[in-house]
């Protein structure tokens, strides 16, 4: 089995910073792609940044320029560096990773997600 764990949510003022943390740990071979999604009150799950296994990264259109995702393949972690946060940057966080267990299995896998809340 594997398991996903994120930290680094919290409330913040409009403008500001937060760093968002995900660590895989279990029956890990490799993992694949890596990426981060956002659920608002009343919304859908929507996509915020992907990042493959060759470090090619992609945005939604909402955040770009704003937050920067990365990846230390060492300690099974992505990151979501997220910057001049804005009141619609509320959400929980989701951050995904399609891993490869050491059964040689491909397999999808979610964290249980981090509250971001953003005030005016």
């Known amino acids: 089995q594997v398991q996903l764990v994120e930290s680094g949510g919290g409330l913040v003022q409009a403008g500001g910073s937060l760093r968002l943390s995900c660590t895989a740990s279990?029956?890990?071979?490799?993992?694949?792609?890596m990426g981060w999604y956002r659920q608002a009150p009343g919304k859908q799950r929507e996509l915020v940044a992907t990042i493959t296994s060759g470090d090619n990264t992609n945005y939604a259109d909402s955040v770009k320029g704003r937050f920067t995702i990365s990846r230390d393949n060492a300690k099974n972690t992505v990151y979501l560096q997220m910057n001049s946060l804005k009141p619609e940057d509320t959400a929980v966080y989701y951050c995904?990773?399609?891993?490869?267990?050491?059964?040689?299995?491909?397999?999808?896998?979610w964290g249980p997600g981090t509250q971001v809340t953003v005030s005016s």
């Open positions: 279990g029956s890990i071979f490799s993992i694949n792609a």
């Open positions: 995904k990773m399609v891993v490869v267990t050491t059964g040689q299995y491909q397999l999808q896998y």
